[in-house]
């Protein structure tokens, strides 16, 4: 209690230093700063504070926005639903209008044609005058029509690529490019589901870089951002394209493999580390190698039926016996659900 306390000290007196309004959005921000709760934010507020960037009440709100907020997409829903109102009732009203329009072409038509019996050269003329201008008419309202339909379909496409985007952030870590929590989190229950459904095997890889904090310490985190962005590329490439690679937090990433058995599945652990553990960390700017990296692995079926937590839980349980057990390893539970 007296360290949470502490660090809502802080987070009350960081907000006076910097001049913000005590607001819970700004205490959020410095809270999750102290308590180390959030380690994206954590790296975001340090890079701020090394290039010197000023916290200003806008750079709060975006940093809120990022790391505490899942509002963007519900937002950009709610705008693209305005815009797609806003465009189909200027669609309708051209085509009320054109409606309109073209009644009225069809019944001076009709009033022409009865008049069509009438002699006289003046007023043939003065007929073919009025047809012109009624056809012209109509036909500028034709084009009008046909405008909008082609601006609403751009919009349309607009509004699709937008909330495609957004949507994708939303499941999307920016750092690695992997997906997030959010992500695994919906991919995990739709596997277990298909797992139950179809008597197909489910794993899980829970991975945490060895020694990561030590060397962020050491040499920054521009250089520990290098590191996590390479282990998820490196993850990445020793998966199929029907498994699901997540930044699951900080440091840690877990792999979700639908219709692999376990010993297939430390074997993809294994091809994980070795790979990884061949990588070397250059420093390019200083032409300098800092070292390697390696990984420990933690492996788990998926008991059909059971809750997701308890697949997470013995996952996360090899993975802590393989840092118990010297790191830079795999370690899998066995039939009877415990780490060997």
């Known amino acids: 209690m007296d360290e949470v306390s502490g660090w809502a000290d802080r987070a009350m007196k960081r907000m006076a230093d910097e001049s913000l309004l005590p607001n819970p959005h700004n205490f959020a921000i410095w809270y999750g700063y102290y308590s180390g709760e959030v380690p994206d934010l954590i790296r975001a507020i340090d890079l701020d504070i090394a290039a010197s ?18 509002d963007r997409e519900q937002k950009a829903v709610l705008q693209a639903g305005m815009r797609i109102q806003d465009a189909l009732g200027q669609l309708l009203e051209l085509l ?7 009644d009225r072409y069809g019944k001076a038509l009709q009033q022409f044609g009865d008049r069509l019996e009438l002699p006289g050269l003046e007023q043939l003329r003065s007929l073919v005058d009025a047809i012109a201008s009624e056809t012209k008419l109509v036909a500028q309202q034709n084009q009008r029509l046909q405008d909008q339909l082609h601006l609403s379909g751009a919009q349309m496409e607009e509004l699709k690529r937008n909330l495609d985007s957004v949507r994708q952030e939303a499941i999307t870590d920016s750092l690695t490019g992997l997906f997030n929590r959010r992500k695994f989190d919906d991919s995990l229950q739709d ?14 890889l829970m991975t945490d870089i060895d020694h990561f904090k030590k060397f962020n310490d050491n040499y920054g985190h521009t250089i520990g951002d290098h590191v996590l962005a ?5 993850v990445k490439e020793c998966i199929r394209s029907s498994d699901t690679a997540v930044r699951y937090g900080g440091e840690e990433f877990a792999v979700l493999l639908p219709g692999v058995r376990i010993s297939d599945a430390v074997r993809v652990a294994e091809q ?6 061949s990588k070397r960390v250059v420093n390019r700017s200083k032409n300098i190698t800092l070292g390697t990296i390696t990984l420990s692995v933690g492996v788990a079926r998926y008991v059909p039926g059971e809750p997701v937590g308890e697949l997470i839980r013995r996952a996360d349980a090899g993975l802590y016996a393989a840092k118990r057990t010297g790191r830079n390893r795999v370690v899998a539970e066995d039939s009877g659900g415990s780490s060997t």
Do not use: D, H, W
């Open 272 to 277: 994980i580390r070795t790979a990884v553990a």
């Open 230 to 234: 390479l282990v998820a590329r490196t």
């Open 191 to 204: 596997a277990a589901m298909r797992s139950v459904q179809t008597g197909s095997p489910l794993c899980l």
């Open 53 to 70: 960037k000023p916290f200003t009440p806008a750079r709060m709100e975006e940093l809120y926005g990022k790391f505490f907020s899942f």
């Open 96 to 102: 009320r209008s054109s409606g309109a329009g073209t």
